[in-house]
Protein backbone atom coordinates (compact mmCIF):
# COMPACT_ATOMS: atom_id res chain seq x y z
CA UNK A 1 0.00 0.00 0.00
CA UNK A 2 1.09 3.28 -0.53
CA UNK A 3 2.65 5.60 2.36
CA UNK A 4 1.13 9.27 2.65
CA UNK A 5 3.78 11.77 0.95
CA UNK A 6 3.85 14.87 -0.13
CA UNK A 7 5.40 16.67 -3.58
CA UNK A 8 4.89 19.06 -5.86
CA UNK A 9 2.97 21.90 -4.04
CA UNK A 10 5.39 24.19 -2.04
CA UNK A 11 3.97 24.20 1.70
CA UNK A 12 1.40 27.63 2.48
CA UNK A 13 2.98 30.62 4.02
CA UNK A 14 1.12 32.62 6.27
CA UNK A 15 -1.91 31.87 8.34
CA UNK A 16 -4.14 28.81 6.79
CA UNK A 17 -7.63 29.68 5.69
CA UNK A 18 -8.58 25.83 6.69
CA UNK A 19 -6.29 24.05 9.18
CA UNK A 20 -6.95 20.85 9.74
CA UNK A 21 -4.58 18.72 12.73
CA UNK A 22 -5.39 15.42 13.70
CA UNK A 23 -8.73 14.93 12.39
CA UNK A 24 -10.95 11.85 13.03
CA UNK A 25 -14.87 10.73 12.60
CA UNK A 26 -15.66 7.72 13.68
CA UNK A 27 -19.59 6.50 13.72
CA UNK A 28 -21.57 4.60 16.10
CA UNK A 29 -22.98 2.33 13.52
CA UNK A 30 -25.72 -0.82 15.28
CA UNK A 31 -25.14 -4.24 13.45
CA UNK A 32 -26.55 -7.61 13.65
CA UNK A 33 -26.32 -11.11 11.98
CA UNK A 34 -28.76 -12.22 10.03
CA UNK A 35 -32.20 -13.98 10.70
CA UNK A 36 -35.39 -13.97 13.07
CA UNK A 37 -33.20 -15.10 16.12
CA UNK A 38 -30.65 -12.23 15.38
CA UNK A 39 -33.56 -10.14 15.11
CA UNK A 40 -34.76 -10.83 18.26
CA UNK A 41 -32.06 -10.75 20.07
CA UNK A 42 -31.40 -7.15 19.11
CA UNK A 43 -34.22 -5.64 20.38
CA UNK A 44 -32.82 -6.73 24.14
CA UNK A 45 -28.80 -6.54 23.19
CA UNK A 46 -28.22 -4.27 20.19
CA UNK A 47 -24.48 -4.60 19.26
CA UNK A 48 -22.82 -1.73 17.47
CA UNK A 49 -19.17 -1.24 15.37
CA UNK A 50 -17.19 2.39 15.38
CA UNK A 51 -16.70 2.85 11.75
CA UNK A 52 -13.61 5.41 11.18
CA UNK A 53 -14.76 7.46 8.15
CA UNK A 54 -11.52 10.01 9.28
CA UNK A 55 -8.75 8.96 10.70
CA UNK A 56 -5.64 11.63 12.11
CA UNK A 57 -6.24 13.59 8.88
CA UNK A 58 -3.72 17.27 8.85
CA UNK A 59 -3.20 19.39 5.99
CA UNK A 60 -3.39 23.13 5.72
CA UNK A 61 -4.71 25.28 2.73
CA UNK A 62 -3.80 28.81 1.89
CA UNK A 63 -6.25 31.55 0.84
CA UNK A 64 -7.27 31.46 -2.64
CA UNK A 65 -5.59 27.58 -3.74
CA UNK A 66 -8.09 25.40 -5.25
CA UNK A 67 -7.80 22.35 -4.14
CA UNK A 68 -9.14 18.50 -5.11
CA UNK A 69 -9.92 16.33 -2.50
CA UNK A 70 -10.33 12.71 -4.05
CA UNK A 71 -10.81 9.30 -3.32
CA UNK A 72 -12.93 6.17 -3.74
CA UNK A 73 -16.17 6.12 -2.69
CA UNK A 74 -16.32 6.05 0.96
CA UNK A 75 -12.83 7.18 1.72
CA UNK A 76 -14.05 10.14 3.96
CA UNK A 77 -13.94 13.28 1.80
CA UNK A 78 -17.49 14.09 2.57
CA UNK A 79 -17.29 13.57 5.87
CA UNK A 80 -13.99 15.68 6.34
CA UNK A 81 -15.90 18.23 4.05
CA UNK A 82 -19.40 17.96 6.91
CA UNK A 83 -16.64 18.49 9.38
CA UNK A 84 -14.85 22.02 7.68
CA UNK A 85 -18.45 23.39 7.05
CA UNK A 86 -20.29 22.73 10.34
CA UNK A 87 -22.26 19.93 9.97
CA UNK A 88 -21.09 17.09 12.16
CA UNK A 89 -19.05 17.20 15.00
CA UNK A 90 -15.16 15.63 14.89
CA UNK A 91 -14.48 12.67 17.45
CA UNK A 92 -11.21 14.09 17.69
CA UNK A 93 -8.57 16.15 16.31
CA UNK A 94 -8.80 19.53 15.30
CA UNK A 95 -10.42 21.77 12.49
CA UNK A 96 -9.86 25.51 11.75
CA UNK A 97 -11.54 27.62 8.78
CA UNK A 98 -10.98 31.02 8.83
CA UNK A 99 -10.38 31.62 12.26
CA UNK A 100 -13.39 29.15 13.39
CA UNK A 101 -13.98 26.59 14.96
CA UNK A 102 -16.93 25.12 12.12
CA UNK A 103 -18.80 22.86 14.45
CA UNK A 104 -19.55 25.81 16.77
CA UNK A 105 -21.59 26.94 13.38
CA UNK A 106 -20.61 30.89 14.30
CA UNK A 107 -22.74 33.48 12.25
CA UNK A 108 -19.81 34.72 11.08
CA UNK A 109 -18.26 32.04 10.15
CA UNK A 110 -21.40 30.76 8.23
CA UNK A 111 -21.48 33.96 6.07
CA UNK A 112 -18.39 33.07 4.76
CA UNK A 113 -18.77 30.04 3.33
CA UNK A 114 -20.85 27.72 1.34
CA UNK A 115 -21.25 23.94 0.54
CA UNK A 116 -22.81 23.22 -2.94
CA UNK A 117 -23.61 19.06 -3.24
CA UNK A 118 -24.28 17.81 -6.80
CA UNK A 119 -26.49 15.37 -5.62
CA UNK A 120 -28.95 18.26 -3.81
CA UNK A 121 -27.45 21.29 -4.86
CA UNK A 122 -30.62 23.14 -3.64
CA UNK A 123 -32.65 22.53 -0.29
CA UNK A 124 -35.39 24.36 0.93
CA UNK A 125 -38.94 24.90 -0.26
CA UNK A 126 -39.30 23.77 -3.99
CA UNK A 127 -42.42 25.92 -4.72
CA UNK A 128 -39.96 29.22 -4.83
CA UNK A 129 -38.94 30.25 -7.61
CA UNK A 130 -34.88 30.88 -8.37
CA UNK A 131 -34.95 34.42 -7.61
CA UNK A 132 -37.36 34.28 -4.46
CA UNK A 133 -34.21 32.13 -3.13
CA UNK A 134 -31.69 34.56 -4.02
CA UNK A 135 -34.22 37.25 -2.39
CA UNK A 136 -34.32 34.99 0.89
CA UNK A 137 -30.41 34.74 0.86
CA UNK A 138 -30.20 38.53 0.58
CA UNK A 139 -32.11 39.05 3.79
CA UNK A 140 -30.08 35.91 5.39
CA UNK A 141 -26.88 36.52 4.22
CA UNK A 142 -27.32 40.50 5.20
CA UNK A 143 -26.01 41.56 1.32
CA UNK A 144 -26.40 45.24 0.63
CA UNK A 145 -28.75 45.81 -1.71
CA UNK A 146 -26.62 47.49 -4.69
CA UNK A 147 -24.23 44.81 -4.31
CA UNK A 148 -26.81 41.99 -4.70
CA UNK A 149 -28.15 43.39 -7.66
CA UNK A 150 -24.38 43.05 -8.70
CA UNK A 151 -23.84 39.92 -7.95
CA UNK A 152 -27.20 38.26 -9.13
CA UNK A 153 -26.65 40.14 -12.63
CA UNK A 154 -23.09 38.70 -12.69
CA UNK A 155 -24.12 35.50 -11.96
CA UNK A 156 -26.85 35.51 -14.26
CA UNK A 157 -24.85 36.59 -17.27
CA UNK A 158 -21.81 33.92 -16.85
CA UNK A 159 -24.41 31.01 -15.44
CA UNK A 160 -27.51 31.79 -18.04
CA UNK A 161 -29.71 31.66 -15.65
CA UNK A 162 -31.97 34.49 -17.37
CA UNK A 163 -34.65 32.00 -18.43
CA UNK A 164 -34.69 30.71 -15.11
CA UNK A 165 -34.96 33.42 -12.68
CA UNK A 166 -38.84 33.47 -13.01
CA UNK A 167 -39.41 29.22 -12.52
CA UNK A 168 -40.15 27.17 -9.83
CA UNK A 169 -37.46 25.11 -8.08
CA UNK A 170 -39.42 22.18 -8.85
CA UNK A 171 -39.52 22.78 -12.16
CA UNK A 172 -36.50 22.85 -13.12
CA UNK A 173 -33.74 20.17 -14.55
CA UNK A 174 -30.82 18.55 -12.68
CA UNK A 175 -28.58 20.55 -14.64
CA UNK A 176 -30.33 23.83 -14.34
CA UNK A 177 -30.85 23.11 -10.46
CA UNK A 178 -26.80 22.45 -10.34
CA UNK A 179 -26.72 26.09 -12.13
CA UNK A 180 -28.94 27.85 -9.62
CA UNK A 181 -27.60 25.91 -6.61
CA UNK A 182 -24.56 27.24 -7.29
CA UNK A 183 -25.07 30.85 -7.89
CA UNK A 184 -27.42 31.12 -4.81
CA UNK A 185 -24.64 29.70 -2.73
CA UNK A 186 -21.97 32.38 -4.91
CA UNK A 187 -24.45 35.78 -4.39
CA UNK A 188 -23.01 36.28 -0.89
CA UNK A 189 -19.65 36.01 -2.01
CA UNK A 190 -17.65 33.10 0.28
CA UNK A 191 -14.23 32.96 0.76
CA UNK A 192 -14.07 29.57 1.13
CA UNK A 193 -16.01 27.55 -0.95
CA UNK A 194 -16.72 23.11 -0.63
CA UNK A 195 -17.94 21.85 -3.43
CA UNK A 196 -18.88 18.15 -3.24
CA UNK A 197 -19.15 16.56 -7.05
CA UNK A 198 -20.51 19.65 -8.29
CA UNK A 199 -20.99 17.92 -12.16
CA UNK A 200 -22.04 15.15 -11.21
CA UNK A 201 -24.84 14.15 -13.95
CA UNK A 202 -24.50 17.40 -15.61
CA UNK A 203 -23.92 16.78 -19.39
CA UNK A 204 -20.30 18.47 -20.98
CA UNK A 205 -22.01 21.58 -21.80
CA UNK A 206 -22.97 22.37 -18.43
CA UNK A 207 -19.96 20.57 -16.32
CA UNK A 208 -17.75 23.09 -18.25
CA UNK A 209 -19.86 26.01 -17.89
CA UNK A 210 -19.83 25.14 -13.75
CA UNK A 211 -16.00 24.31 -14.15
CA UNK A 212 -15.49 27.71 -15.79
CA UNK A 213 -17.02 29.59 -13.20
CA UNK A 214 -15.35 28.09 -10.54
CA UNK A 215 -12.10 28.58 -12.26
CA UNK A 216 -13.27 32.50 -12.25
CA UNK A 217 -14.69 32.64 -8.80
CA UNK A 218 -11.43 31.74 -7.59
CA UNK A 219 -9.20 33.49 -9.66
CA UNK A 220 -11.26 36.49 -9.16
CA UNK A 221 -11.64 36.88 -5.53
CA UNK A 222 -9.19 34.85 -4.39
CA UNK A 223 -11.82 32.58 -2.77
CA UNK A 224 -10.46 28.84 -1.09
CA UNK A 225 -11.77 25.89 -3.04
CA UNK A 226 -12.46 22.60 -2.06
CA UNK A 227 -13.63 20.37 -4.30
CA UNK A 228 -14.48 16.19 -4.38
CA UNK A 229 -15.10 14.45 -7.47
CA UNK A 230 -14.67 11.44 -9.26
CA UNK A 231 -14.27 13.33 -12.78
CA UNK A 232 -10.13 13.52 -13.06
CA UNK A 233 -10.46 16.22 -15.66
CA UNK A 234 -12.64 18.48 -13.85
CA UNK A 235 -9.67 17.95 -10.77
CA UNK A 236 -7.50 18.21 -13.41
CA UNK A 237 -8.92 21.58 -14.84
CA UNK A 238 -9.50 23.49 -11.30
CA UNK A 239 -6.51 21.79 -8.99
CA UNK A 240 -3.37 23.15 -8.39
CA UNK A 241 -2.95 20.62 -5.33
CA UNK A 242 -4.75 17.40 -4.53
CA UNK A 243 -5.32 15.57 -1.61
CA UNK A 244 -6.07 12.20 -1.72
CA UNK A 245 -7.73 9.87 0.83
CA UNK A 246 -8.54 6.45 1.20
CA UNK A 247 -10.16 4.48 3.87
CA UNK A 248 -10.27 8.07 5.87
CA UNK A 249 -6.16 8.71 5.85
CA UNK A 250 -4.44 11.45 4.03
CA UNK A 251 -2.38 9.40 1.24
CA UNK A 252 -1.19 12.01 -0.80
CA UNK A 253 -0.93 15.63 -1.07
CA UNK A 254 0.49 17.58 -3.94
CA UNK A 255 0.19 18.26 -7.55
CA UNK A 256 -1.39 16.31 -9.71
CA UNK A 257 1.40 15.69 -12.40
CA UNK A 258 3.91 14.70 -9.52
CA UNK A 259 1.12 12.13 -8.45
CA UNK A 260 0.71 10.99 -11.72
CA UNK A 261 4.24 10.89 -12.25
CA UNK A 262 4.10 8.55 -8.98
CA UNK A 263 1.70 6.35 -9.54
CA UNK A 264 2.62 5.29 -12.88
CA UNK A 265 6.03 5.26 -14.10
CA UNK A 266 5.88 4.69 -17.74
CA UNK A 267 4.51 6.97 -20.29
CA UNK A 268 2.95 5.79 -23.51
CA UNK A 269 4.34 6.67 -26.61
CA UNK A 270 1.59 6.16 -30.11
CA UNK A 271 3.46 6.04 -33.20
CA UNK A 272 1.79 5.65 -36.52
CA UNK A 273 3.89 3.94 -38.98
CA UNK A 274 4.66 5.15 -42.73
CA UNK A 275 5.17 2.50 -43.83
CA UNK A 276 2.54 -0.01 -42.95
CA UNK A 277 3.91 -3.07 -44.86
CA UNK A 278 7.30 -2.71 -42.89
CA UNK A 279 7.45 -5.42 -39.75
CA UNK A 280 8.93 -3.79 -36.87
CA UNK A 281 9.85 -5.51 -34.01
CA UNK A 282 7.94 -3.36 -31.38
CA UNK A 283 9.01 -5.25 -28.30
CA UNK A 284 12.34 -4.06 -28.50
CA UNK A 285 11.13 -0.63 -27.89
CA UNK A 286 8.82 -0.89 -25.12
CA UNK A 287 5.60 -2.95 -24.07
CA UNK A 288 3.06 -3.22 -26.61
CA UNK A 289 0.21 -1.75 -24.71
CA UNK A 290 -2.37 -1.34 -27.87
CA UNK A 291 -1.56 -2.55 -31.72
CA UNK A 292 -4.26 -1.33 -34.37
CA UNK A 293 -3.98 -1.99 -38.39
CA UNK A 294 -1.62 1.59 -38.79
CA UNK A 295 -0.46 2.52 -35.26
CA UNK A 296 1.14 1.11 -31.72
CA UNK A 297 1.01 2.35 -28.45
CA UNK A 298 4.12 1.61 -26.43
CA UNK A 299 4.55 1.93 -22.44
CA UNK A 300 7.79 3.14 -22.12
CA UNK A 301 9.67 3.97 -18.75
CA UNK A 302 9.41 7.32 -18.06
CA UNK A 303 13.43 7.84 -17.88
CA UNK A 304 13.30 5.95 -21.09
CA UNK A 305 11.26 7.95 -23.32
CA UNK A 306 14.23 9.92 -25.01
CA UNK A 307 16.35 7.23 -26.01
CA UNK A 308 13.11 5.21 -27.10
CA UNK A 309 11.95 8.27 -29.40
CA UNK A 310 15.36 9.37 -30.86
CA UNK A 311 15.87 5.16 -31.70
CA UNK A 312 11.75 5.18 -33.33
CA UNK A 313 12.30 8.04 -35.24
CA UNK A 314 16.09 6.69 -36.38
CA UNK A 315 15.20 3.05 -36.75
CA UNK A 316 11.57 3.34 -38.23
CA UNK A 317 9.41 4.97 -41.06
CA UNK A 318 7.23 7.02 -39.19
CA UNK A 319 4.43 9.67 -40.13
CA UNK A 320 3.50 10.52 -36.28
CA UNK A 321 4.68 10.21 -32.91
CA UNK A 322 3.17 11.58 -29.49
CA UNK A 323 4.19 11.44 -25.92
CA UNK A 324 1.66 11.49 -23.28
CA UNK A 325 0.91 10.58 -19.76
CA UNK A 326 -1.50 7.35 -19.14
CA UNK A 327 -5.04 8.59 -18.15
CA UNK A 328 -5.18 10.05 -14.92
CA UNK A 329 -8.22 8.11 -14.69
CA UNK A 330 -6.26 4.94 -15.03
CA UNK A 331 -3.16 5.44 -12.82
CA UNK A 332 -6.16 6.52 -9.77
CA UNK A 333 -7.87 3.74 -10.67
CA UNK A 334 -4.57 1.99 -10.18
CA UNK A 335 -3.99 3.41 -6.74
CA UNK A 336 -7.29 2.78 -5.72
CA UNK A 337 -7.26 -0.97 -6.66
CA UNK A 338 -3.66 -1.01 -4.93
CA UNK A 339 -4.70 0.78 -1.51
CA UNK A 340 -7.33 -1.69 -1.61
CA UNK A 341 -5.39 -5.15 -1.98
CA UNK B 1 -35.90 42.82 13.89
CA UNK B 2 -33.50 40.11 11.61
CA UNK B 3 -34.76 37.59 13.39
CA UNK B 4 -38.14 38.74 12.75
CA UNK B 5 -38.24 38.90 9.08
CA UNK B 6 -36.78 35.86 9.06
CA UNK B 7 -39.11 34.25 10.49
CA UNK B 8 -41.57 36.20 8.66
CA UNK B 9 -39.80 34.63 5.35
CA UNK B 10 -40.03 31.33 7.12
CA UNK B 11 -43.48 31.36 7.53
CA UNK B 12 -43.96 32.57 3.95
CA UNK B 13 -41.38 29.83 2.66
CA UNK B 14 -43.10 27.38 4.36
CA UNK B 15 -46.68 27.59 4.08
CA UNK B 16 -46.45 28.22 0.02
CA UNK B 17 -44.43 24.60 0.44
CA UNK B 18 -47.41 23.17 2.15
CA UNK B 19 -50.08 24.76 -0.08
CA UNK B 20 -48.84 22.26 -2.54
CA UNK B 21 -50.06 18.92 -0.95
CA UNK B 22 -53.64 21.14 0.81
CA UNK B 23 -55.56 17.95 -0.03
CA UNK B 24 -53.55 16.23 2.59
CA UNK B 25 -53.78 19.27 4.57
CA UNK B 26 -57.56 18.97 5.10
CA UNK B 27 -57.13 15.26 6.10
CA UNK B 28 -54.73 16.55 8.62
CA UNK B 29 -57.33 19.08 10.03
CA UNK B 30 -60.07 16.43 10.10
CA UNK B 31 -57.84 14.33 11.89
CA UNK B 32 -56.90 17.10 14.69
CA UNK B 33 -61.14 18.24 14.73
CA UNK B 34 -61.68 14.84 15.75
CA UNK B 35 -61.05 14.28 19.48
CA UNK B 36 -62.19 17.80 20.54
CA UNK B 37 -65.36 17.13 18.34
CA UNK B 38 -65.69 13.43 19.87
CA UNK B 39 -65.33 15.36 23.53
CA UNK B 40 -68.28 17.57 22.89
CA UNK B 41 -70.36 14.62 21.82
CA UNK B 42 -69.46 12.37 25.04
CA UNK B 43 -69.75 15.09 27.79
CA UNK B 44 -73.05 17.54 25.99
CA UNK B 45 -74.55 13.73 26.09
CA UNK B 46 -73.08 13.25 30.28
CA UNK B 47 -73.85 16.78 31.37
CA UNK B 48 -76.89 17.79 29.05
CA UNK B 49 -77.45 21.20 28.86
CA UNK B 50 -74.63 22.44 30.19
CA UNK B 51 -73.10 25.61 28.17
CA UNK B 52 -70.29 25.58 29.66
CA UNK B 53 -69.04 22.31 28.62
CA UNK B 54 -70.14 22.94 25.13
CA UNK B 55 -68.42 26.28 24.53
CA UNK B 56 -65.08 24.65 25.89
CA UNK B 57 -64.80 21.73 23.59
CA UNK B 58 -66.01 24.54 20.42
CA UNK B 59 -62.95 26.42 21.88
CA UNK B 60 -61.08 23.78 22.78
CA UNK B 61 -61.30 22.90 18.97
CA UNK B 62 -60.07 25.97 17.94
CA UNK B 63 -57.60 26.25 19.77
CA UNK B 64 -56.62 22.84 19.03
CA UNK B 65 -55.78 23.72 15.65
CA UNK B 66 -54.20 27.03 16.52
CA UNK B 67 -51.65 24.91 18.40
CA UNK B 68 -51.02 21.85 16.54
CA UNK B 69 -47.64 20.78 16.24
CA UNK B 70 -45.48 18.49 13.71
CA UNK B 71 -42.03 18.64 14.70
CA UNK B 72 -41.74 14.66 14.39
CA UNK B 73 -42.78 15.20 10.60
CA UNK B 74 -40.47 18.44 10.20
CA UNK B 75 -37.56 18.58 12.53
CA UNK B 76 -37.38 14.67 13.22
CA UNK B 77 -37.20 13.77 9.81
CA UNK B 78 -34.67 16.03 8.66
CA UNK B 79 -32.36 14.23 11.21
CA UNK B 80 -33.54 11.16 9.50
CA UNK B 81 -33.08 12.30 6.00
CA UNK B 82 -29.92 13.91 6.59
CA UNK B 83 -31.75 17.31 5.50
CA UNK B 84 -31.04 18.99 8.52
CA UNK B 85 -27.60 19.52 6.86
CA UNK B 86 -28.97 22.35 4.48
CA UNK B 87 -30.22 24.12 8.07
CA UNK B 88 -27.08 23.64 10.04
CA UNK B 89 -25.33 25.34 6.99
CA UNK B 90 -27.15 28.76 7.31
CA UNK B 91 -26.25 31.47 9.00
CA UNK B 92 -29.51 31.59 11.45
CA UNK B 93 -30.58 29.60 14.15
CA UNK B 94 -31.54 26.38 13.16
CA UNK B 95 -34.87 26.54 15.27
CA UNK B 96 -36.48 29.36 12.72
CA UNK B 97 -37.25 27.23 9.84
CA UNK B 98 -39.00 24.65 12.32
CA UNK B 99 -40.90 27.60 13.49
CA UNK B 100 -41.58 28.81 9.88
CA UNK B 101 -43.06 25.49 9.01
CA UNK B 102 -45.28 25.19 12.51
CA UNK B 103 -46.88 28.63 11.97
CA UNK B 104 -47.15 27.62 8.42
CA UNK B 105 -49.06 24.76 9.28
CA UNK B 106 -50.96 26.75 12.45
CA UNK B 107 -52.49 29.15 9.36
CA UNK B 108 -53.47 26.16 7.23
CA UNK B 109 -55.53 24.86 9.90
CA UNK B 110 -57.13 27.65 10.91
CA UNK B 111 -58.39 28.58 7.21
CA UNK B 112 -59.49 24.68 6.71
CA UNK B 113 -60.34 24.12 10.09
CA UNK B 114 -62.07 27.32 10.69
CA UNK B 115 -65.93 25.81 8.76
CA UNK B 116 -65.59 22.97 11.65
CA UNK B 117 -65.66 25.12 14.50
CA UNK B 118 -68.24 27.56 13.04
CA UNK B 119 -70.36 24.49 12.50
CA UNK B 120 -69.86 23.31 16.05
CA UNK B 121 -70.46 26.95 17.58
CA UNK B 122 -73.72 26.81 15.19
CA UNK B 123 -75.00 23.43 16.31
CA UNK B 124 -74.59 23.85 19.98
CA UNK B 125 -74.94 26.69 22.89
CA UNK B 126 -71.96 27.91 22.49
CA UNK B 127 -70.98 31.09 23.96
CA UNK B 128 -68.13 33.29 24.37
CA UNK B 129 -67.33 36.77 25.28
CA UNK B 130 -65.67 39.83 23.94
CA UNK B 131 -64.18 39.91 27.33
CA UNK B 132 -63.08 36.24 27.51
CA UNK B 133 -61.28 35.95 23.81
CA UNK B 134 -59.30 39.10 24.51
CA UNK B 135 -58.05 37.20 27.92
CA UNK B 136 -57.82 34.02 25.74
CA UNK B 137 -55.61 35.12 23.40
CA UNK B 138 -52.38 35.85 25.46
CA UNK B 139 -53.18 31.92 26.58
CA UNK B 140 -53.40 30.80 23.28
CA UNK B 141 -49.92 32.24 22.22
CA UNK B 142 -48.11 30.99 25.54
CA UNK B 143 -49.92 27.41 24.55
CA UNK B 144 -49.02 27.75 20.79
CA UNK B 145 -45.33 27.91 21.92
CA UNK B 146 -45.28 25.70 24.56
CA UNK B 147 -46.56 22.69 22.74
CA UNK B 148 -43.97 23.50 19.88
CA UNK B 149 -40.90 23.45 22.34
CA UNK B 150 -42.22 20.92 23.98
CA UNK B 151 -42.87 18.90 20.29
CA UNK B 152 -39.85 19.87 19.15
CA UNK B 153 -37.72 18.76 22.37
CA UNK B 154 -39.49 15.45 21.70
CA UNK B 155 -38.56 15.48 18.12
CA UNK B 156 -34.99 16.09 19.02
CA UNK B 157 -34.75 12.21 20.45
CA UNK B 158 -34.52 11.88 16.80
CA UNK B 159 -30.39 12.22 17.35
CA UNK B 160 -30.55 9.27 19.61
CA UNK B 161 -33.46 6.82 18.40
CA UNK B 162 -34.89 5.99 15.46
CA UNK B 163 -38.50 6.07 16.72
CA UNK B 164 -38.87 9.95 17.23
CA UNK B 165 -42.47 9.46 15.79
CA UNK B 166 -43.53 7.08 18.60
CA UNK B 167 -41.64 9.31 21.30
CA UNK B 168 -43.61 12.97 19.63
CA UNK B 169 -46.93 10.27 19.75
CA UNK B 170 -46.63 9.55 23.58
CA UNK B 171 -46.17 13.01 24.26
CA UNK B 172 -49.58 14.12 22.55
CA UNK B 173 -51.30 10.79 24.29
CA UNK B 174 -50.41 12.47 27.38
CA UNK B 175 -51.58 15.99 26.20
CA UNK B 176 -54.98 14.33 25.05
CA UNK B 177 -55.22 12.43 28.75
CA UNK B 178 -54.11 15.13 31.17
CA UNK B 179 -54.62 18.31 28.39
CA UNK B 180 -58.22 18.55 28.95
CA UNK B 181 -59.29 17.03 25.80
CA UNK B 182 -60.52 13.41 27.31
CA UNK B 183 -62.28 15.11 29.79
CA UNK B 184 -61.86 19.17 31.38
CA UNK B 185 -59.69 19.03 33.77
CA UNK B 186 -61.96 20.12 35.87
CA UNK B 187 -64.00 16.80 35.50
CA UNK B 188 -60.74 14.69 36.12
CA UNK B 189 -60.99 12.28 39.00
CA UNK B 190 -58.61 13.12 41.91
CA UNK B 191 -55.44 12.93 41.53
CA UNK B 192 -55.47 13.04 37.95
CA UNK B 193 -57.16 16.56 38.59
CA UNK B 194 -54.42 18.27 40.70
CA UNK B 195 -51.47 16.36 38.85
CA UNK B 196 -53.06 17.80 35.61
CA UNK B 197 -52.93 21.08 36.72
CA UNK B 198 -49.45 21.25 37.96
CA UNK B 199 -48.28 19.51 34.43
CA UNK B 200 -47.38 21.50 31.27
CA UNK B 201 -49.99 19.71 29.49
CA UNK B 202 -53.06 21.48 30.60
CA UNK B 203 -51.40 24.68 29.63
CA UNK B 204 -51.28 23.73 25.87
CA UNK B 205 -54.56 23.21 25.63
CA UNK B 206 -57.49 23.36 28.26
CA UNK B 207 -55.98 26.30 30.12
CA UNK B 208 -56.51 29.04 27.09
CA UNK B 209 -59.99 27.04 26.21
CA UNK B 210 -61.25 27.43 30.02
CA UNK B 211 -60.06 30.64 29.40
CA UNK B 212 -62.04 31.51 26.37
CA UNK B 213 -64.83 30.00 27.88
CA UNK B 214 -64.82 32.14 30.82
CA UNK B 215 -64.00 29.16 33.46
CA UNK B 216 -60.71 30.89 34.99
CA UNK B 217 -61.40 34.30 36.25
CA UNK B 218 -58.89 36.85 38.80
CA UNK B 219 -56.53 35.06 40.50
CA UNK B 220 -57.11 31.62 39.21
CA UNK B 221 -56.48 33.12 35.59
CA UNK B 222 -53.41 34.85 37.36
CA UNK B 223 -51.85 31.83 38.88
CA UNK B 224 -52.65 29.89 35.05
CA UNK B 225 -50.97 32.47 32.88
CA UNK B 226 -47.80 32.54 35.26
CA UNK B 227 -48.06 28.34 35.10
CA UNK B 228 -47.63 28.78 30.93
CA UNK B 229 -44.88 31.11 31.48
CA UNK B 230 -43.15 28.99 34.07
CA UNK B 231 -43.69 25.78 32.02
CA UNK B 232 -42.35 27.90 29.05
CA UNK B 233 -39.11 28.61 30.77
CA UNK B 234 -38.34 25.02 31.56
CA UNK B 235 -38.77 23.76 28.39
CA UNK B 236 -37.06 26.51 26.50
CA UNK B 237 -33.67 26.01 28.42
CA UNK B 238 -34.39 21.77 28.41
CA UNK B 239 -34.42 22.43 24.54
CA UNK B 240 -31.59 24.05 24.20
CA UNK B 241 -29.77 21.59 26.29
CA UNK B 242 -30.75 18.65 24.51
CA UNK B 243 -29.86 20.58 21.15
CA UNK B 244 -26.94 21.09 21.91
CA UNK B 245 -26.51 17.90 23.69
CA UNK B 246 -27.67 15.70 20.55
CA UNK B 247 -25.97 18.19 17.74
CA UNK B 248 -22.58 16.20 18.30
CA UNK B 249 -24.29 12.97 17.56
CA UNK B 250 -25.91 14.45 14.04
CA UNK B 251 -24.42 12.29 11.58
CA UNK B 252 -25.97 13.63 8.24
CA UNK B 253 -26.90 9.85 6.89
CA UNK B 254 -27.68 10.52 3.40
CA UNK B 255 -27.37 14.03 2.73
Redesign the interface.
Known amino acids: MMSSYRTGVPAPSGPATVDVAGLAMT?RVPVRTAGLRAAFRSLVHREYKHLAAVSDVSFQIPAGQVVGFIGPNGAGKTTTM?IL?????PTAGRARVLGFDP?R?H??F??Q???V?GS?PI??????TVM?NFA?RR????INEDRFRANVAELTGILDLGPLLGRQLRALSLGERMRAGLALALVHRPRVLFLDEPTIGLDATAAIAVRRHVADYARTTDATVMLTSHYMTEVEALCSRVLLIDRGRLRYDGSLPALAARLSPSKLIRVQQGDEAAVVEWERYGEVADAGPDHVTLRVPRTDVPRVTAALLAEVRVSDLTVTDPPLESVIDRFYRVASA | MRTFALVRLAIWRSSLEQWTWRSFLITIVVGQAVTPLLGLFVWSAALPGSDTVATYFVVLLAVQLLTVSFEHHTLSNGIYSGTLSGALLLPQPVVIDFIGSNIGFRLWHVVFGLPFVALAAAVTSTHVTAAGLRLAVPAVLLAGTLRFVFTYTLALSALWTDRAHAVVGLGETVIFLLGGTAAPIGLLPQPLRSLGHVLPFWPMLGLPAETAAGMLRGSTLAAAYAAQIGWLAVLIALAVVIWRRGLGRFTAVGA
Do not use: F, N, Q, V
Open positions: YKSGILHHRRDLKIALRSSGPTELDYLLYE
